[in-house]
C-alpha cells in the first residue's frame, strides 16, 4: 500500500437549498390532525376486518385507502381549497359511523380537534401577523 497522492477532485460548488416556505399555524395544525386521523385508520380498519362487517379486500382496501387520502391531504392545507377538501374529509370520517356505529364517537373527537385547530390556528395567525405589523417585519 503505498501513500501516493490522491487526484484531486473537482470541488463542487455547495447545494443551495431553496428556503422553505413560512407555514402559518392554523397550516400545521390542521396538518397534524389530519397525519393523527390517517394514523387512527389502521384501528377501525383491523375492527371492521376482525368483526367481518366488509370483505378482506374492501376492509383493508378502503382503510389503506382513507390513510393514503388523509396523509396526501396533510400536504394542501396552505390553501382554501385544501382546507375545504379537509372539512370534506371530516364528514367522510363521520359517515364511516355507518359502517362501524363506534366511529361515531371517533369522529365527533376528530372532529373537535380540527374544528379546534382551525379555529386557534387561525387566532394565532392573526396575531402573529399584528406583531409583525407591529414591530415592522416583513
Known sequence: MTNAP???R???A???RKPRRDRGAQESLLSIAL???AIMFFFPMLVVFGKGTLPPALAFGGGIG???VLALASRLTGNPAGVGFGWLLQAA???TGFIEPFMFAVAVV???LWVFCFVKGGQLDRQNAARRAATGED
Open 6 to 8: 490522491r487526484a484531486s
Open 10 to 12: 473537482p470541488t463542487r
Open 14 to 16: 455547495p447545494r443551495t
Open 35 to 37: 397525519v393523527l386521523e
Open 66 to 68: 382513507a390513510m393514503v
Open 93 to 95: 370520517i363521520l359517515a
Open 110 to 112: 376528530f372532529l373537535a
